[in-house]
């Protein structure tokens, strides 16, 4: 037995570790001993919340999963929805919050490189990425650092594997201020023939690990980082943070297809968090097999790794798979030929167990079940707050403006001015499928070899879930589907990324709760399947939660992308329409933040089939041809969205087809809203949508009012003119962020 | 009319050359370490990235086996278009004079921009007309072309359009015989409305132009 020989860590080195006393007796007793050095590293990892999902999993399991189009659910690396004649798109959203708070760059980089493998390890090319980041006001000189520091992290990463980031979104609020958030999403495109999974088969057959060479990057990484809380000291935490490689990532990519496209292969996985162990683990869980593996085989960055440190290293760019014995040598070469290390191992076994051997000595001996399966689940204790958790933002625009400041003040506010500083540092066209890249439409749109086209969008306001998680999360929901229908999509598939604080706390397992809820009501509202998503807890700094953030994002198909709607008006003369029983509210909105107001006590309720018809009835005209413009409303309100469509005039309207950069300026719009109403220009709410295009086509919409015309330099509306270059102006505020 | 399309490690762009290639002839692969072009008819050294470029950009990519065989293809009057990370390979390969150097910015750009074509006799823009505008995007770091010497250009940004800080405006310059092209804008980004403009065409016309009249 390994651990009479070892010296035994005990409970005081498991609790550093961020294993509970209770969690250390257990695994005591499920070894029937105390666990040695290695054997504890292994535990404390996969019985982290980021790799069991203690405090979430039986919230989890009340999500819709089921779908007619589902090829891959919850559980696979990635999920997968099929987008007919044989081709499935796989997708999956991912955080890396507290890697990219400790080092943006290099935390954010990874972020895409870890959800990339997750990809390409189920046999799916990668074809776009997106992303979802939340920083503290951009007047923090820290927030600007890390705003900087990790666009620049995603595009060396994204650009430079070669596959395009297509979309995203961002927001600023004060809570994010010390926690920010890094969620990456992936797709991928694979023939469904094609996919593989990730269980272990062939007792015998080796395991061969391909990729980056091991080192110390990365340690510790899932529980030191991502399962606790951040403290001033994260200096110390700097070498969990992994580093990372596009250009081997590139390889890895091609080495892996070409691994399937051969079928050399009886099972795929990534190393992620947690390196070796939870892959070689879960890949053992899934087939029923046990492992060996010898870490006197692993290729090491350092020669004077401990075995421990090689089972949880997160070295970057690495993939571990099972082959056939007669197939090892074509592995390799197909290895050599990219250039990456390809090693066999271990091999796989019949005795359940994962054993980890140094040469011939067994330096760790786990049931497989025990590490993978008997992590204790917990139930929250969710009690709603008996007091405001969140201070009230700082005003910035004071009471009593006329409502010209007012747009140019929403226009210019972080949250809603153009994200083109960001995303021009983002290759958005490699692949030759971007058929909507980012300010063309709501949603980005990539073309399909079959001829059709998919539409992608990722959202989620966490001021508007603060406020009410539930209807929030509804909203989110509601939301990424309105961006949808506006590139004329139906949705096919969900994936989340549900970034709370710790939910240990009551109040926080409440948020948690009432939002899955809203989840789960919204999906089952829409038919939406959750085909897959990530957790992250303990989103927390000294001055408290995060805005509790579930971020959405939906694939959806749409027959032509030829025919995707755009954002932008494009026609003079053209009427503009508002649809939708829409009831917006300034409490609670973009505005009501500008105003330092307080937080609402609750958010409208929102009648979702209601919502789900308007969506519909969006998306068929859309795909009709019968619209020259869709845009949804959100963020800062209807008379935003519509300059919003004005400004974007230029992008892809002028010519047919063609992308406007060339055409200066847009079209101005002639509004009558029928009075001043504050909430009607301002406010927010779910369920309206901007359209323009013949009079006749914008009155066969639900609840459509004509609003308008398109024509002019101008925006003009409630006796107010604005130049399109006093709005443009305001818009830009983000430039000088990134000089 | 056979494209051959060079393929680094590391390459992303390949795959987008090679299907505008194939919209006017037919396309294949070269691979970094071939030692023959495989006969044929023009060489597209394309985009994205090679070796990682974690050194000065192209420097590794030049030093490929199949670089040689694109030189002494180049010398013979064959036509090799270099796009982006392909200009910089070509630069740092001599096949082309001058040095891109970082964006002004300092920053990555991918911005759709106006080009003017201001000499029509190369191997790649034959079928453009003088001072004809062609909307095409670019998408690099290090873009800023420089040369101390008169150059032979063959295409400059669109006034107030210039995204690198480049020498005079210039986007994308010829070799004196005018058969090699180096460009940082994308045309094979081009070359379909789906994608927002289909200007670059020209230069993949051009070469099948060109071909045809050999």
Redo the contacts between chains.
């Keep these: 037995m390994p651990a009479e020989t070892a010296a035994v860590p005990g409970v005081g080195r498991a609790v550093a570790l961020g294993l509970t006393r209770e969690e250390y007796a257990l695994v005591c007793e499920k070894l029937a001993r105390e666990p040695n050095e290695v054997e504890l590293a292994m535990f404390s990892l996969l019985w982290s919340e980021h790799c069991a999902y203690k405090h979430s999993k039986r919230l989890l399991r009340t999500l819709p999963t089921e779908g007619a189009r589902v090829v891959m659910g919850p559980g696979e690396n990635a999920g997968a929805v099929d987008v007919g004649d044989g081709w499935a798109v796989a997708f999956k959203v991912e955080s890396h919050n507290h890697p990219s708070a400790v080092e943006p760059f290099q935390g954010a980089a990874t972020g895409v490189g870890g959800i990339l493998r997750d990809i390409f390890a189920i046999g799916a090319r990668p074809i776009a990425v997106l992303d979802s980041l939340r920083f503290g006001e951009p007047t923090s000189e820290r927030s600007r650092y890390l705003l900087d520091r990790a666009v620049?992290g995603i595009?060396?990463y994204g650009?430079?594997?070669?596959v395009p980031t297509v979309g995203g979104e961002v927001y600023f609020e004060g809570p994010y201020e010390t926690n920010c958030l890094v969620n990456a999403m992936a797709l991928g495109l694979a023939r469904r023939d094609d996919m593989i999974r990730s269980a272990a088969a062939g007792v015998g057959n080796p395991v061969i690990l391909f990729g980056a060479s091991t080192g110390r990057d990365g340690i510790g990484g899932a529980s030191v980082l991502a399962s606790a809380e951040l403290e001033d000291d994260d200096d110390s935490k700097r070498p969990s943070v992994q580093v990372g490689?596009?250009?081997?990532e590139?390889?890895l990519i091609e080495c892996s297809l070409e691994l399937l496209e051969r079928r050399l292969l009886v099972s795929l996985q990534d190393l992620g968090a947690a390196g070796l162990t939870s892959s070689a683990s879960e890949m053992a869980s899934a087939g029923g097999v046990g492992i060996d593996l010898d870490v006197a085989c692993v290729p090491l960055r350092e020669d004077d790794m401990a075995p421990f440190e090689i089972m949880v290293s997160e070295s970057q760019e690495r993939m571990l798979c099972v082959a056939e014995p007669g197939r090892v040598d074509e592995v390799l070469r197909v290895c050599e030929k990219?250039?990456v290390h390809g090693t066999v191992v271990g091999q796989v076994t019949a005795t359940r167990r994962m054993r980890i051997l140094r040469g011939d000595e067994v330096v760790g001996d786990i049931p497989v079940e025990a590490l993978v399966d008997d992590c204790p689940l917990y139930d929250l204790a969710p009690e709603p707050p008996s007091a405001p958790i969140y201070a009230a933002p700082r005003a910035i625009l004071e009471g009593g403006r006329s409502v010209r400041e007012i747009l140019l003040a929403l226009l210019a506010s972080p949250n809603i001015a153009s994200r083109r500083p960001l995303?021009?540092?983002?290759?958005?066209?490699?692949?030759?499928r971007?058929?909507r890249?980012p300010e063309q439409a709501d949603a980005a749109v990539l073309?399909l070899p079959n001829g059709r086209g998919i539409g992608v969008s990722i959202d989620g306001s966490g001021r508007r879930v603060a406020i009410d998680p539930y209807r929030g999360t509804v909203e989110a929901v509601l939301e990424c589907a309105a961006n949808l229908a506006c590139v004329g999509a139906e949705p096919l598939g969900l994936t989340n990324c549900l970034n709370f604080g710790n939910p240990e706390k009551p109040h926080i397992a409440w948020q948690l709760t009432e939002s899955i809820r809203g989840l789960g009501d919204a999906c089952r509202a829409l038919g939406i399947p959750v085909v897959g998503g990530n957790v992250s807890l303990y989103n927390e700094g000294a001055d408290g939660p995060i805005y509790p953030t579930p971020v959405v994002g939906l694939v959806g198909e749409l027959p032509n992308?030829?025919a995707a709607g755009r954002l932008g008006f494009c026609r003079e003369g053209d009427a503009i329409a508002l649809v939708g029983a829409f009831s917006p509210r300034v409490p609670g909105s973009e505005l009501a933040k500008l105003r330092g107001e307080a937080l609402p006590g609750e958010l409208p309720e929102t009648d979702v089939a209601v919502v789900r018809g308007v969506q519909e009835a969006i998306r068929d005209a859309v795909r009709a041809g019968v619209l020259a413009s869709a845009h949804d409303v959100a963020e800062g309100g209807v008379l935003v969205a519509v300059a919003e469509s004005c400004l974007a005039g230029g992008i892809?309207g002028g010519r047919?087809?063609?992308?406007?950069?060339?055409l200066a300026g847009g079209i101005g719009a002639r509004l009558d809203l029928g009075g001043d109403a504050e909430d009607l220009l301002f406010g927010e709410g779910t369920g309206g949508f901007v359209v323009s295009g013949s009079r006749d086509a914008l009155r066969a919409l639900p609840d459509a009012r004509i609003i308008g015309t398109v024509g002019g330099d101008a925006l003009e509306a409630v006796g107010v003119s604005w130049t399109l270059a006093s709005l443009r102006e305001a818009h830009a505020a983000l430039a000088p962020l990134?000089? | 009319m056979r494209f051959g399309v060079v393929q680094f490690?590391?390459?992303?762009?390949e795959?987008?050359a090679i299907?505008a290639c194939e919209r006017v002839g037919e396309a294949q692969l070269l691979w970094h370490g071939d030692h023959d072009l495989g006969g044929v008819d023009a060489v597209v050294v394309p985009g994205?990235?090679s070796?990682?470029?974690?050194l000065r950009v192209g420097s590794i990519a030049r030093f490929s086996p199949v670089m040689q065989e694109v030189a002494a293809f180049a010398r013979d009057g064959g036509p090799v278009l270099g796009i982006c990370n392909g200009f910089q390979v070509l630069c740092e390969a001599g096949l082309l004079p001058g040095a891109l150097l970082p964006n002004a910015?300092l920053?990555?750009?991918?911005?759709?921009?106006?080009i003017v074509v201001v000499d029509d006799e190369t191997a790649f823009t034959r079928a453009c007309a003088r001072d004809e505008?062609l909307?095409v995007?670019v998408?690099h770091t290090t873009g800023r072309y420089y040369c101390p010497d008169p150059v032979r250009v063959v295409f400059r940004y669109?006034r107030g359009?210039n995204p690198n800080g480049s020498q005079e405006d210039i986007a994308g310059v010829a070799n004196e015989a005018g058969n090699v092209v180096g460009l940082m804008p994308?045309p094979?980004?081009a070359v379909?409305?789906?994608?927002?403009?289909e200007d670059g065409m020209k230069l993949f016309e051009s070469a099948a132009e060109g071909a045809l009249a050999r």
């Design positions: 620049a595009g060396h650009n430079s594997v070669g490689d596009p250009f081997t590139n390889k990219w250039e995303f021009e540092q983002y290759d958005c066209l490699v692949g030759a971007t058929a890249r073309a992308p030829r892809g047919q087809g063609g992308i406007g950069a060339r990134f000089p | 490690p590391g390459s992303c762009d795959v987008d299907a994205g990235f070796f990682g470029d974690y910015s920053r990555f750009v991918c911005r759709q921009v106006g505008e909307s995007p998408k669109t359009a994308h094979e980004h379909d409305l789906l994608h927002g403009s």
